[in-house]
């Protein structure tokens, strides 16, 4: 029922809602220059997109602003395709190609702060559920006097880091041990099934080691939670209390309860994803949420995406972050785990968790 000429008056109402953030009269249509029609055929098409769902009318204006729906189609169909500039490209390049450790962690937050300065938008940031992934590798790293870190990978390519500080030095002797022992007793298994007890069997079957080697356990137990559940990370929180067009008292729920938004996540592991205040249980309303996928190896280790107000400039903020995300696909699928020289820089990502 949407024919060309009614298609280009949506997008035209809500390209001007979007910048005005007021009412659209038919008037104000009928003068853009790429509407050849009269005001009356125009009012009679915004009438029309109201009864089918795309418009709605104020009670205190006689103009009309985008609905939900009418935001998904001109998402999906009516959005112009926008080319970034050398410009854009080359701030977003910086924020991938500065960073010192190219590990995801690393990257996915040097990206989060680009994206929050560059949109004025929170940035969202999450690791994808580990249901499936199972404990592939385990390793500890001698970095420096009575510093160790403990590195652990899965089955689904996701990596975590931890830098432990004794009170002793290991010896060698005590190194080859905890690594033959927790990669016989950790490897192949899932990453939900690392429970306190678990690791509690196993520092007491450690016997004589258990004193010395039992931090080093703690670790792993740390390494393990942080994998659970799906983290989820925000940058630019300010940017949202900032909103006058959003809730303060929602913004501010939404700060302190983000990892609700985990399972809401979920769908945009396989492609890029937008969503809507009206969408289930969702916290903010007369918001949206961009998400796109982070991928190694073919499989999805996170997204990242930006929550904002419902009107936003989809146009503009949809290619930053399909760049970002591919150029951080790109750069932590070039190489395999990061060299273990390398590690002792993840100290500061794994306490910002």
Do not use: W
Not at 71 to 89: A, F, G, N, V, W
């Amino acid at each position: 029922m949407l024919d060309e000429r009614k298609l280009k008056i949506l997008a035209a109402v809500v390209d001007e809602y979007i910048v005005t953030g007021e009412p659209v009269s038919s008037k104000t249509i009928a003068s853009m220059h790429n509407i050849k029609v009269s005001p009356a055929t125009v009012r009679n098409d915004m009438a029309m997109l109201e009864q089918l769902g795309y418009l709605e009318q104020p009670h205190t204006s006689a103009g009309r602003i985008p609905t939900y729906s009418a935001y998904r189609l001109y998402i999906e169909k009516l959005m112009p395709q926008r080319q970034l500039t050398p410009e854009e490209k080359s701030r977003l390049d910086r924020a991938v190609d500065e960073v010192e450790v190219p590990t995801e962690d690393a990257l996915t937050e040097s990206a989060s702060k680009a994206l929050a300065e560059l949109t004025n938008c929170t940035v969202v940031a999450s690791n994808a559920s580990p249901q499936f992934s199972l404990i592939t590798k385990v390793e500890v790293i001698p970095t420096g006097r009575r510093m160790y870190v403990l590195l652990m990978i899965t089955s689904s390519g996701s990596i975590k880091n931890k830098v432990c500080r004794l009170e002793f030095d290991l010896s060698d002797e005590q190194l080859k041990f905890f690594s033959g022992y927790v990669t016989e007793n950790l490897s192949g298994m899932p990453v939900e099934h690392i429970s306190d007890s678990v690791l509690d069997k196993l520092a007491e079957a450690m016997g004589a080691y258990m004193v010395t080697l039992s931090p080093l356990l703690k670790g792993v137990s740390d390494l393990a939670k942080g994998f659970r559940g799906g983290d989820v990370h925000l940058e630019g929180e300010r940017n949202l209390l900032a909103r006058k067009d959003l809730s303060p008292d929602e913004a501010l729920r939404f700060i302190e309860e983000k990892d609700r938004l985990t399972m809401l996540l979920d769908d945009s592991f396989s492609s890029l994803q937008v969503l809507f205040g009206e969408d289930g249980n969702f916290i903010v309303s007369n918001s949206s949420v961009i998400m796109s996928p982070i991928r190694r190896g073919g499989k999805t280790l996170g997204s990242l995406g930006i929550i904002g107000p419902l009107r936003l400039n989809y146009a503009k903020v949809i290619p930053y972050i399909e760049y970002l995300t591919q150029r951080i696909t790109e750069a932590i699928s070039e190489d395999e785990p990061p060299a273990v020289g390398m590690m002792p820089d993840a100290e500061d990502n794994d306490e910002k968790k």
